[in-house]
């Protein structure tokens, strides 16, 4: 009596999968070696239960970790504080608004129309008003440029350094002496010593006056946060805090064991990438919305549009972390797709490596002096037209690229950087088409020499043509005539 696993004759018939089918996502027979591997059903129901629960941790835990460390690096980091605030002093809607408080505020203080009204004659006090609009328009230009030039800039970032250890400690909830706990503020009283300044430079001396009264104030301010903000803030700094670096590596482990306690790992895989795709999409919606609620409990005198700059250039580097995050898990996701046994992956798979064949050999064609010579008319002439508008192609990238960095929005040093890269390898490609074009719209012409047609029954499938007529004679007696001869 033999014991022992028992197979077909048809299983013993069976053929292995070559190796395109092994490619196209066919199953050697047998079963499937990952389904012996993992043991008996309860074994596989136990497996699976750990493995959706440590699915779901990590769905949750990837987006909250990016969330965690930009509070941390932003709140706590002096440099990555300074970083976050930099591109508010070269937002025009920021500096504007800027500009045209700090004018209020000179001609608030100075009581400038009851002075002009005073300097003139009585019959003319009339042009007191006007005199006074002109005045502001120009000291309002003149604030205007100084806050666009490079010591503001300077000036912010010296600003936001030093008043980062009082927005930890509002955020934190402690309390200095002297230290307004329910906003944060940025003091830009030095901006108006700076222009007086420039004013009396070029004759305007009303203004002088308030050097002694500006050494100790905070006449000019930018609200960052208001109370109302500044209280959901702090809870949510508190969490972040606390959290910190834990969550990251809490994320790291749950995905490890996840793929590791699975039955199916690529299933595993692909469930955390697609979760965690969804989870980070909720994530920007709910900064959509927490938008709408910053701008809402915004200071009444602060316009939405300087509101919102602020909002957006706070969380610009979340923002851009969980984009991140987005795009890293769709990749993720549908490369484990395409590597699955379903049909269309392996349709897709089979396809592309069709495709990869097919561009071989039209490369190892180009390469070939016999067939540029034997090019088509109609690829002569789009040889000919790309040489004759060579010089029209390579300006349209430049007028592109310039056109990406002019109304891209993004003038920094890396989107300078990289908008160049990819000017540069557009110039490369479109240089190696035109070496063909010169070699193909150049090459001698050779006339195709046309395949002879042979003409009578075709030959039988599988047979050579050509042989029918030897085993077939014309005439089916002849061969008994001459063997009778």
């Known amino acids: 009596m033999t014991t022992g696993s028992t197979t077909t004759g048809d299983e013993h018939d069976r053929p292995a999968p070559s190796g395109r089918m092994r490619l196209l996502g066919a199953r050697p027979a047998g079963g ?52 976050t605030l930099a591109p508010l002093a070269r937002e025009r809607v920021v500096t504007d608004y800027i500009a045209l408080d700090a004018t209020d505020k000179l001609f608030e203080k100075t009581q400038v129309q009851q002075k002009i009204t005073k300097a003139l004659p009585e019959k003319a006090d009339f042009l007191a008003a006007p005199l006074t609009g002109t005045l502001q328009n120009f000291v309002q230009r003149q604030l205007t440029d100084l806050l666009r030039s490079t010591w503001f800039h300077n000036l912010w970032d010296t600003l936001n350094r030093r008043s980062h250890t009082a927005v930890i400690n509002i955020l934190s ?4 002496p002297g230290q307004r706990a329910n906003r944060v503020l940025v003091n830009l009283t030095p901006v108006l010593t700076k ?59 749950a995905v490890a064991l996840a793929v590791a306690v699975a039955v199916d790992r690529r299933k595993t895989l692909l469930r955390v990438a697609v979760g965690t795709g969804l989870l980070t999409l909720v994530l920007l919606g709910g900064l959509a919305l927490g938008r709408s609620f910053f701008l809402s409990h915004a200071a009444a005198r602060v316009p939405p549009t300087v509101t919102g700059a602020i909002f957006d250039t706070l969380i610009r580097f979340l923002k851009t972390g969980l984009k991140w995050v987005l795009l890293i898990a769709a990749i993720v996701a549908v490369l484990l797709w395409l590597v699955g046994p379903a049909r269309w992956p392996r349709w897709l798979r089979a396809q592309f490596v069709r495709g990869i064949r097919w561009a071989g050999r039209r490369a190892a064609e180009l390469g070939n002096e016999e067939n540029r010579r ?31 960095l002019v109304f891209g929005g993004n003038l920094s040093v890396g989107g300078v950087w990289w908008t160049l890269v990819g000017l540069a390898i557009y110039l490369v490609v479109l240089e190696g088409l035109f070496a063909w074009a010169r070699r193909t719209a150049t090459a001698p012409l050779v006339a195709r020499t ?4 042979t003409v009578g029954v075709p030959a039988t499938a599988g047979e050579p043509p050509g042989e029918e007529g030897d085993r077939h004679p014309e005439h089916p007696g002849d061969d008994d005539h001459d063997d009778q001869r």
């Open 374 to 404: 034997r090019a088509s008319a109609a690829t002569r002439r789009g040889a000919a037209w790309c040489l004759e508008h060579a010089s029209g192609v390579r300006l349209l990238g430049v007028v592109v690229a310039g056109i990406v």
């Open 173 to 176: 909830g402690k309390t200095v």
């Open 195 to 253: 222009a007086i300044d420039q004013l009396d430079a070029r004759g305007v001396t009303l203004f002088d006056p308030l050097r002694a009264q500006l050494a100790h104030a905070q006449t000019v301010t930018l609200e960052l946060a208001s109370g109302p903000q500044i209280s959901k803030a702090r809870n949510f700094f508190r969490v972040a805090s606390d959290l910190g670096w834990t969550a990251p590596l809490l994320a790291v482990v």
């Open 450 to 453: 046309p395949e002879p047609v």
């Open 32 to 83: 499937d070696a990952t389904d012996r591997a993992a043991g008996g059903p309860r074994l596989r129901r136990t497996r699976s239960v750990i493995a959706w629960i440590l699915v779901v941790l990590a769905v949750v835990l990837v987006p909250v970790s990016v969330v965690t460390v930009w509070a941390v690096n932003t709140v706590t980091n002096t440099d990555h504080y300074v970083a």
